[in-house]
């Protein structure tokens, strides 16, 4: 397509039109209808209130989205993207993103995405305002849920399978949007939209890094965040949209707002008019508007008037009108409905879910269940299927759920209940019977998303209540959490001889939690975040550089950081464990010393481990490479993830987990912003989670 061409024969009304995204839902079709004839936005969103993420939406019928899409095409000649908010999942959903990311299985995370986007596209969406790539340290904050977690380099590899799965390869698919650009996931004290305080050492290194993966995965959007980053909303910041995001991250797609990100300027103080707004956001590098309408209202009059000029304008729409050929918009703008393989978007949606949970503990093998022990099921998540989905599931077909209950039923007849809620109930006996009491607590999805911020993240009295009931028969109590957060779990972990996280697992939570409390697989989730113990210790994360005086808590259990509590978390990022036994052999380096020189020409050291099944079930385990660079001009965290290889070992068996250190792993970006690596010893770590302790050295050489 010549966009060009397209551009020069515009007036200033239709280009600005395209830089507009509005509202559609079931309710305005005949109102859109009429509106496109006239004008010819570039995109409409497919919701009916802010915050999407929090309720239910209908779709608009593949006719009515065709409709609409003829007169643009016939009339204007451009063709509307639609884009929705597809984030875990369209009507089968896999588990939460912060669920994805405990598997540590990007292949699967990809796959899973592919399926996702087979759906939305079947549904007249060709645009997905997701991945979510904000690096999440505080779990009071609702949108970790969304979050692939703490770590940038887990984030990476996320990024990269999700951008893909959504996209495709050849991106024919759905247009992914990377977001929130940048620093949403550090607000001050988890409350939602409030500002960040990032140095330009921390974005470059922990806050950027996934966005990168997702530029160079090819991401067609990105979607600027809400919050301020040390005074500068990032709506209006030329530095964060176009130097760094352009000028160093590289992308070339096109940037839309936040929900009327624009307009909210003015509330933040930094615009007075909805013109100074929209001259602000767009002069940064912001080419699409979300549903204020400041540019369409506001800009025909600032071009006029000499505040802006129409080149810059002209810069924004080609960005979109690129995207829109990209996608083949121009050639086939019509959606298709196509019949879907249901049967393996359940399959990958179940393996997904069983791969996320992560076993924290297992006191004398009490995990897996056998199917003629009796089990006592308590808890009414046990029964849920609509928060078990999680946020930012508009979309869900809530049929396609299967319960905890429901998956149990499934395997094994010797399933029954007790309700400890309702005094004196015929359920009551039920608990002395049972051999095993498996209780299932969680949290609501209404209070994890957007603008569901908690306080308090810790088990509730009701849920400690159930617990103090199970124990009360004496038998083995095995917990299954089913929460869209990590929670500080206190000294009640100590109550279960067995544990599982599994989040919120999507639609086949029920059969997957199943499958691996009956041993079909054995869990393999590890967590993408620090499970704290105490909530006053957020925020806690793995990759904190060490301090001057022994404060390291997140590592030595000695070192001082409270008065009361201890500074370690009770499970670090990484951890998890499986129903086998995995011993590490000896970590073998191919070179212990090499030249700066090698190693800014692309030159990498190989890393292996051997690692023995030494237990009598077949397991994955998820082998991770963690560096600490030792000396340097900045100072660097005590240990970053730098590699996982997940392997499935047989029992008996060995495999041998391989890692390659070079320029990318060992550098980062220094005080000048360039992504350096500084000679010196360099500790590589491999092992089970962040509190390894194994390591062999590496030393990199000056040239002299
Ligand atoms: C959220 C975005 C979302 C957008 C559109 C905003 O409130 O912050 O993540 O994509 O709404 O629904």
């Not at 936005?41 to 006719?63: K, P, R």
Request: net charge negative.
């Amino acid at each position: 397509m010549n966009i060009e061409k397209i551009i020069e024969k515009m007036t200033l009304r239709e280009k600005l039109l395209q830089l507009s995204q509005i509202m559609l839902s079931e309710s305005n079709v005949d109102e859109m209808k009429e509106l496109i004839e006239k004008d010819c936005y570039g995109s409409l969103i497919l919701a009916a209130f802010s915050t999407t993420g929090n309720g239910d939406f209908n779709s608009v019928e593949l006719e009515k989205l065709n409709e609409i899409q003829k007169i643009a095409v016939e009339k204007h000649g451009i063709p509307i993207i639609y884009g929705h908010d597809v984030i875990h999942g369209h009507k089968i959903n896999l588990p939460i993103p912060l669920a994805l990311a405990a598997t540590f299985n990007p292949k699967l995370v990809k796959k899973g995405y592919e399926y996702v986007a087979m759906e939305a596209k079947n549904d007249g969406i060709r645009w997905t305002f997701a991945p979510m790539l904000d690096i999440s340290r505080d779990p009071r904050w609702g949108r970790i849920v969304e979050s692939t977690g703490e770590d940038p380099y887990l984030g990476c590899k996320m990024a990269e399978a999700i951008v893909k799965g959504f996209q495709g390869e050849d991106n024919t698919n759905i247009a992914a949007c990377a977001k929130h650009y940048i620093g949403y996931g550090a607000s001050e004290g988890g409350r939602d939209y409030h500002k960040a305080e990032i140095s330009d050492y921390s974005l470059r290194n922990y806050y950027l890094r996934a966005f990168k993966a997702a530029v160079d995965s090819g991401v067609m959007t990105v979607m600027s965040s809400f919050n301020e980053i040390s005074g500068q909303p990032v709506t209006s910041s030329k530095y964060l949209l176009t130097d760094v995001l352009r000028g160093e991250l590289g992308f070339d797609g096109f940037v839309i707002s936040d929900w009327e990100a624009v307009k909210q300027l003015i509330r933040q103080g930094v615009a007075e008019t909805d013109e100074e707004a929209a001259i602000l956001a767009l002069s940064a590098g912001l080419d699409m508007d979300m549903i204020d309408n400041l540019y369409i209202d506001n800009l025909e009059k600032a071009v006029h008037n000499g505040k802006i000029s129409e080149e810059i304008i002209d810069i924004a729409v080609r960005r979109v009108l690129k995207i829109k050929d990209k996608l083949g918009l121009f050639d086939n703008p019509y959606a298709e409905y196509t019949e879907l393989p249901k049967q393996e978007i359940r399959d990958v949606a179940r393996k997904c879910a069983a791969e996320s949970l992560v076993l924290l503990k297992n006191d004398n093998n009490v995990l897996p269940l056998k199917k003629d022990e009796i089990i006592c099921v308590m808890g009414s998540m046990a029964f849920d299927t609509k928060n078990i989905i999680g946020s930012w599931a508009a979309d869900a077909d809530y049929s396609e759920s299967v319960s905890v209950y429901e998956g149990l039923e499934a395997k094994s007849e010797n399933i029954i209940h007790y309700n400890c809620h309702i005094p004196e109930n015929d359920t009551m006996r039920n608990l002395n019977q049972c051999d095993k009491v498996l209780i299932v607590l969680g949290e609501a999805k209404t209070v994890t998303g957007e603008a569901n911020s908690m306080a308090k993240t810790e088990l509730t009295s009701a849920q400690k209540f159930v617990i103090d009931r199970a124990k009360e028969a004496g038998k083995p109590v095995i917990g299954v959490l089913l929460f869209g957060r990590p929670i500080a779990l206190e000294n009640n972990v100590d109550y279960f001889d067995a544990l599982i996280y599994a989040w919120h697992p999507g639609a086949q939570a029920g059969n997957a939690i199943a499958d691996v409390l009956y041993g079909e697989m054995s869990p393999s989730g590890r967590l993408p975040v620090t499970l704290p113990k105490y909530s006053g210790q957020i925020p806690i994360y793995y990759n904190c550089p060490p301090s001057g005086r022994d404060v390291d808590g997140y590592y030595n259990p000695d070192a001082y950081n409270y008065c009361d509590v201890t500074g370690r978390p009770l499970y670090p990022f990484g951890y998890g464990l499986t129903y086998t036994t995995f011993e590490y052999g000896k970590i073998n380096i191919d070179e212990s010393s090499i030249s700066i020189d090698d190693i800014n020409n692309g030159k990498k050291v190989k890393v292996n481990v051997t690692i023995r099944n030494t237990g009598s079930f077949d397991a994955a385990e998820t082998a991770q490479c963690y560096i600490r660079d030792c000396k340097s001009s900045m100072t660097r965290p005590i240990k970053e993830l730098k590699g996982f290889d997940k392997l499935f070992v047989q029992a008996g068996e060995s495999k041998t987990a391989e890692f390659e250190i070079g320029f990318e792993e060992l550098g980062f970006y220094n005080s000048n912003g360039r992504f350096v690596v500084e000679p010196g010893e360099f500790k590589i770590y491999v092992g089970k989670d962040a509190w390894c302790d194994e390591y062999v050295s590496l030393r990199v050489n000056h040239l002299y």
